[in-house]
């Protein structure tokens, strides 16, 4: 056998089972986000994200997830937690939002962001987390399952299982726009064609149960959506009467053919533009 097909033979092993990632300095950033092939930490020079004031309508969870981020990074016990509901209110937004007030505070809080389809190398990216002193918020963003979806057995064992269990310095947060992270549809569907419909269910929706909080966000009504809006043009100094804002940014609400604080960012976004005004 020749040495260039050892080496094909080599290579191809490494992807298969790659090496473990070394472990990152965490004190470069106050964010990464997980890659793999190769496995990795990467640092985040600058985090999308708004100030928490800037957040309406969405006040009890604002506070709910700010008390148990809080407790977390003074290192007390704290829930793992789900954020669902109508998109474009928030959720991620809260998330990191809520980071970046308590990271002042607390520098060792570190926000650390995976993608649904990198669940299954989940437990190789705790290998690196647990031995450190920092605080870790693991962030999944819009997270649900389909049919024949098995990526939520790897979250399970995170959340509330396994041998070693989720390290102390990892609370998990996750965005969904379902409730039990599935189509409801599909839950009917499991119930109806199941031998036994309750355990078919059971599997999957127990992976929602095993979040300690809830935090469920609702479309807005007008005024939360145009306090949005005027809330954006005073943090960002840009100026424009009441009227004309009312005019325009309900007008927006019905080309776009609905109404959350995504639509009244995107709103706002052509308003600065037009008038000049830089958001960075």
């Known amino acids: 056998m020749t040495s260039k097909v050892l080496k094909r033979i080599a290579e191809a092993l490494e992807r298969m ?31 999308n994200r708004i100030d928490v004031s800037l957040l309406v309508g969405v006040n009890r969870s604002r506070d709910t997830l700010m008390e148990n981020t809080a407790r977390f990074a003074a290192g007390m016990p704290a829930n793992n937690a789900l954020l669902w509901g109508a998109r474009g209110m928030g959720k991620s937004s ?22 649904r389809e990198d669940l299954p190398s989940i437990n190789r990216c705790l290998n690196l987390l ?15 399952f389909g049919h024949d979806d098995a990526h939520y057995k790897s979250l399970k064992a995170v959340l ?6 989720r390290p102390d310095n990892v609370v998990l947060y996750a965005t969904s726009n379902r409730r039990h992270l599935m189509p409801r549809d599909m839950i009917e569907n499991e119930r109806s064609t199941a031998i036994s419909p309750s355990e078919a ?8 149960d095993r979040f300690g909080l809830w935090l469920g966000f609702h479309p807005c009504d007008q005024d939360e959506y145009l306090a949005m809006i005027r809330g954006y043009c005073d943090a960002y100094g840009v ?42």
């Open 94 to 115: 809260l998330v990191k939002a809520v980071h970046g007030a308590l990271q002042v505070k607390h520098p060792d809080l570190k926000l650390v962001e995976v993608q």
């Open 201 to 208: 269910v059971e599997e999957k929706v127990s992976l929602s």
């Open 130 to 144: 647990r031995g450190s002193d920092a605080r870790f918020i693991l962030f999944c963003d819009d997270l649900s």
């Open 160 to 165: 509330d299982g396994g041998v070693e269990g």
């Open 239 to 280: 100026t424009i009467d009441d009227a004309t804002l009312r005019a325009e940014a309900i007008e927006w609400q019905a080309t776009r053919g609905s109404r959350s604080g995504r639509v009244a960012w995107q709103y706002f976004t052509d308003l600065a533009g037009r008038q000049g005004v830089r958001l960075s």
């Open 17 to 47: 089972h790659p090496a473990p990632g070394k472990t990152p300095d965490f004190k470069s950033a106050s964010a990464f986000v997980w890659h793999t092939t190769p496995d990795r930490l990467e640092p985040v020079a600058k985090i």
